[in-house]
């Protein structure tokens, strides 16, 4: 065969291949949208809370840095829930509170009432009138609880992860029906770093010791690299077959105040219908745990990466 | 001793050696600090890195550093459209030699003190050069726009083939002179902002702004400085381009002049997000007229590719697969202008998308969402036009034959590649959920990693082979500096 036609042969087997592996990987791409991720292996072996869910932590009163930059911010006297609100907490709220006719069920979403909020006409603004409004989608194949009977369940295995798909409309119900309220931006950052100037709750540089982010390799990782929550308070220095975690509280004593889930905060700005989102989750990588970083969406947001935790006031 | 000289001289002097400078300074840049994010995170090479060269990375620090990092990798980018103009245009020799020498220590000093302060403990000594280096970068361009004046006698197009005025003037040198002013002005207007918050000693990334319902007039200005440097250093390397294909003729005649309205409108619209809310509506008809000009470039580059490559195979009535084999031939050649074309799938259009669909669709997603498509945006810009520029970089550099294949299809397939899979990713809760998108978010990641990958390899073995020729007592870089010498 003549070099010239060896050459053109081989140049065409190439092309071929490369179009072939294109299409491949946009067909692979593609048939595995939206297919739910396979089951952790950490689901079945580790299902009890590192923390107690139950329990509250003491924040005093006075100022303390907040930010990246560190302006000094002062807060009064509070209480917050030592870990996120459990998805076990949230099922057994809502078959109360569906009893009580606090929420309703339209179709498979939970409603509730809500106030609305003072419209500025802010550009980008979009107006929350008095009404009913999304507290969590149960149809949806990333919510971990069920409708059951006359009440709700929890899916095996993730009684004691914290509650996600949970709009800001249903953290907000779900605190106050227990006398609390949500954080404010400034109460959940000094929550998180107390009054020095900390990146993370726990000092300073992160590893996958330490929490649950992107690639962190725990044991709620799925073979195709879905990271999926842990339970709470599961970065406490206990040790989870190989994988070995450090006690990563903050200064008063709470666990998973970056990442795992990112919380809901309470805060409502002028010009503005976004709340407010911090400690960054399972989804995000390691500088975005950091006290002060932010995430914002709209309160009808419900993510596989968020939930909440209250405070109540101290008198 | 006195090879060494040479080289030197062959390095510091001639425009090919202060390009391949500055390109090789900037592949060294990118290749370390490429290091310290995305997977190589996981791979655990960031630590590997930060160890080794003794870096001191404080949390707190995180976007002062990335933003000192985009400068430094820009002033040499910029340095290189400066050699590049130089040597395109007419001028005095001496003023060339000015213009580049400033412009060399400049972005050299800034870059390397800019990195040593932000990377490795805040020693303010680097600061200061860091600002030295900036101040000589910017009397650098202060020297270029008085060496571009159009208005001189000297530099009358006197080939009607091109555009130009009644009076003579030569409007593609205007249009250049256009865009080196405009660079100063959007330059001193990021340099005002960032003087401000630098004195202050804070720092923030434009996309963590966006949803803020007041920003301040200096948040403003360094989101307008940031978007109309990207564009410039665009109609910078177009204009370039231009002049590598020898763009004349009709097209010529019509793009010039509406390469030169638009880039004015576009800087004026960038400037007026200080003051205007309508700044959007100013900086899309300036890209209208950049993009069309843009476009009639492309038509003329491809034209002429075709009819050339025609013309060398000595086909008089060539068919429609012949013309389609003709033009692409030439890789670099045909991929400097594909580029281009292909900038409007992957940044325009998508840009437009959002632009349009922002209340509906991208400001319903939650910020860290929004944040992932504009950062997207920005850096699929920035890649596509360093690809083009290293098309022509490939080709300065004399690479021939079937190197010139294989480095021209790697860059074009390979970039394409990754810029689809990182259009793919940023879009993607278009079309899936966070819960069910694994598949999508692995697929896409091994598509931008494999293309950047490749890019990166095929970009190190074009330096490795001219540094490798730097060695050769008379390889091709005594040639060419012999070359240049004579020509001056």
């Known amino acids: 065969m003549k070099p010239g036609r060896m050459r053109g042969r081989i140049r065409g087997r190439m092309a071929a291949a490369i179009v072939t592996a294109a299409v491949g990987l946009l067909g692979m791409t593609l048939t595995g949208c939206n297919v739910e991720p396979s089951p952790p292996p950490g689901l079945t072996l580790y299902t009890e809370a590192g923390a107690d869910p139950e329990a509250w932590a003491r924040v005093p009163a006075g100022p303390f840095p907040m930010g990246r930059d560190g302006v000094e911010v002062t807060t009064g006297a509070f209480e917050i829930m030592v870990t996120p609100v459990t998805n076990a907490q949230y099922a057994r709220y809502l078959t109360e509170a569906l009893k009580a006719g606090q929420v309703i069920l339209d179709g498979d979403t939970v409603m509730g009432f809500y106030p609305g909020d003072l419209f500025r006409g802010g550009k980008h603004e979009k107006e929350y009138r008095a009404g009913y409004y999304p507290h969590m989608p149960l149809g949806d194949p990333a919510t971990r609880i069920v409708r059951k009977g006359d009440g709700f369940a929890v899916k095996p295995g993730y009684e004691n992860h914290p509650v996600t798909m949970v709009t800001w409309f249903g953290a907000r119900a779900y605190c106050e029906a227990i006398g609390g309220r949500l954080p404010t931006e400034a109460e959940w950052e000094k929550a998180a770093r107390g009054t020095d100037r900390r990146p993370y709750p726990w000092g300073d540089g992160i590893s996958p010791a330490h929490a649950n982010y992107y690639h962190s390799k725990d044991p709620f990782e799925t073979p195709e690299g879905y990271s999926d929550t842990t339970p709470v308070g599961f970065y406490n220095g206990s040790r989870y077959g190989d994988f070995l975690t450090v006690n990563a509280v903050s200064p008063y004593g709470l666990y998973d105040m970056a990442g795992n889930v990112a919380e809901w905060t309470a805060d409502i700005y002028p010009m503005t219908h976004y709340r407010f989102l911090r400690g960054g989750s399972k989804a995000n990588y390691g500088y975005d745990l950091r006290v002060w970083s932010r995430n914002s969406a709209v309160p009808e947001y419900a993510s596989p990466n968020v939930g909440f935790r209250c405070v109540r006031d101290v008198r | ?488």
């Open chain 2, 1 to 488: 001793m006195r090879s060494l000289t040479d080289r030197l001289r062959y390095l510091f002097t001639s425009t090919r050696g202060l390009v391949l400078l500055a390109i090789g300074l900037v592949a060294l840049v990118t290749a370390i600090w490429s290091s310290l994010s995305g997977p190589m995170v996981e791979w655990g090479v960031k630590d590997f890195v930060v160890r080794t060269l003794g870096m001191r990375l404080v949390e707190a620090e995180r976007e002062g550093r990335i933003i000192t990092l985009y400068h430094a990798i820009a002033f040499a980018v910029v340095a290189v459209l400066v050699y590049l103009i130089t040597a395109a245009l007419p001028m005095p020799a001496q003023r060339r030699v000015s213009i580049n020498g400033t412009i060399t220590v400049g972005y050299i000093l800034a870059m390397f003190s800019g990195l040593i302060f932000a990377y490795f403990g805040r020693n303010w000594v680097f600061h200061g050069l860091f600002l030295v280096g900036q101040a000589l970068l910017f009397y650098g361009g202060c020297l270029l726009a008085v060496a571009l004046w159009p208005w001189g006698q000297a530099y009358r197009q006197t080939d009607p083939a091109y555009a130009r005025t009644r009076g003579g003037v030569d409007l593609e040198r205007t249009a250049f002179f256009v865009m080196t002013v405009s660079t100063l002005g959007s330059a001193a207007l990021g340099a005002i902002a960032g003087a401000f918050f630098g004195n202050g000693f804070q720092s923030f990334l434009a996309e963590d702004l966006v949803r803020e319902p007041v920003k301040t007039a200096l948040q403003k200005a360094v989101i307008g400085h940031l978007h109309i440097m990207l564009t410039l250093i665009c109609i910078a390397a177009a204009l370039i381009i231009g002049r590598w294909f020898d763009f004349k003729g009709i097209l010529h005649k019509i793009a010039m002049p509406m390469m030169i309205f638009g880039t004015v409108v576009i800087t004026v619209g960038a400037w007026s997000v200080v003051v205007t809310p309508h700044a959007h509506t100013i900086i899309y008809v300036g890209s209208v007229f950049v993009m069309l000009a843009a476009l009639l470039l492309v038509i003329f580059g491809w034209g002429k590719l075709i009819r050339n490559r025609v013309a060398e195979l000595g086909l008089q009535r060539p068919t429609f697969g012949q013309k389609v084999k003709a033009l692409l031939h030439d890789p670099l050649r045909f991929g400097a202008l594909w580029q281009m074309v292909y900038m409007n799938f992957v940044v325009s259009g998508v840009g437009i998308f959002m632009a349009i669909r922002l209340d509906e669709i991208f400001r319903v997603w939650p910020h860290r969402e929004e944040r992932i498509a504009l950062t997207g945006h920005w850096h699929a810009l920035s890649f596509l036009t360093a690809t083009i520029l290293l098309c022509y970089f490939a080709d300065m550099m004399g690479l021939r034959g079937r190197a010139r294949q294989w480095f021209g299809w790697v860059l074009i397939l390979a970039s394409d590649l990754a810029l689809a899979g990182a259009t793919v990713f940023s879009m993607k809760r278009l079309f899936v959920t966070e819960y069910g998108q694994q598949a999508v978010v692995n697929g896409t990641m091994l598509a931008i990693d494999f293309g950047l990958g490749a890019v990166l390899v095929a970009l190190a073995l074009l330096l490795l082979w001219r540094l490798a020729d730097l060695f050769r007592p008379g390889g091709r870089w005594a040639r060419e500096l012999a070359e240049e010498v004579a020509k001056e």
